[in-house]
């Protein structure tokens, strides 16, 4: 393990828990039931900008409300790189690491809880929200300061394309939802 600085020039793949992560920790509850979650359109610039930019974005999480895969598809998410309603994390890791051809140092895992902590684990770049449960901070190689939901993806992802020399280029602006 290298500086931080360092090793963030190796990523190369970004994966995201859900809930408390591109989500606040909590959320509303409609009278039919259903769950109402809010996302951080700072955090769904970075994604679709990371994108554009040709990295890998993923999602793994342990739910699976359909709004949310609306909402990652429409970032720019490909379908077959979104998991919802995983019961086991390691296999949807798995998959990424197959499909894009990955070394663990490539790949920066954020997650806030303990479903997250051995994803966390089998990856290079591990981080975490300013939120996170302890559990997850301590093995978690960067805290945002930001939390979870309000803008903790964003940090780490322009943090990643400025030392890799991406951020702010000609091809910064995006088309918006």
Same mark, same amino acid.
């Given at each position: ?16 828990? @859900?809930?408390?992560?591109?989500s606040?920790?909590t959320? *509303?509850i409609?009278p039919e ?12 610039y970075?994604i679709m =900008?990371s ?7 993923? @999602?793994?999480s ?5 709004g ?5 598809e429409?970032?720019g998410i490909?379908?077959e790189d979104?998991?919802?309603k995983v019961? *086991?994390k390691?296999?949807?890791l798995?998959?990424i690491?197959?499909?894009y ?7 920066l =895992?954020?997650?806030?809880?303990i479903?997250? =902590?051995?994803v966390m684990n089998?990856?290079?770049v591990?981080v975490c929200p300013?939120d996170?449960?302890?559990?997850i901070?301590?093995i978690?190689?960067y805290?945002?300061?930001a939390t979870g939901g *309000?803008g903790c993806?964003?940090d780490?992802m322009a ?6 020399g991406?951020w702010?280029?000609?091809?910064c602006?995006v088309r918006s939802l």
């Amino acid at each position: 393990m290298g500086f931080f600085k360092d090793d963030l020039k190796k990523v190369r793949a970004f994966i995201f828990d @859900v809930d408390g992560v591109l989500s606040l920790q909590t959320q *509303n509850i409609t009278p039919e039931g259903e769950l109402m979650r809010t996302a951080c359109t700072k955090d769904g610039y970075a994604i679709m =900008y990371s994108i554009r930019k040709g990295y890998i974005v993923a @999602v793994i999480s342990g739910g699976g409300a359909p709004g949310v895969r609306e909402r990652l598809e429409k970032l720019g998410i490909k379908p077959e790189d979104i998991y919802l309603k995983v019961p *086991n994390k390691l296999e949807a890791l798995a998959e990424i690491r197959e499909r894009y051809a990955l070394e663990k140092d490539e790949i920066l =895992y954020m997650g806030d809880d303990i479903p997250d =902590y051995n994803v966390m684990n089998e990856v290079g770049v591990p981080v975490c929200p300013a939120d996170a449960c302890e559990e997850i901070k301590s093995i978690a190689r960067y805290i945002s300061d930001a939390t979870g939901g *309000n803008g903790c993806v964003r940090d780490v992802m322009a943090q990643v394309l400025k030392a890799r020399g991406d951020w702010m280029d000609t091809h910064c602006y995006v088309r918006s939802l």
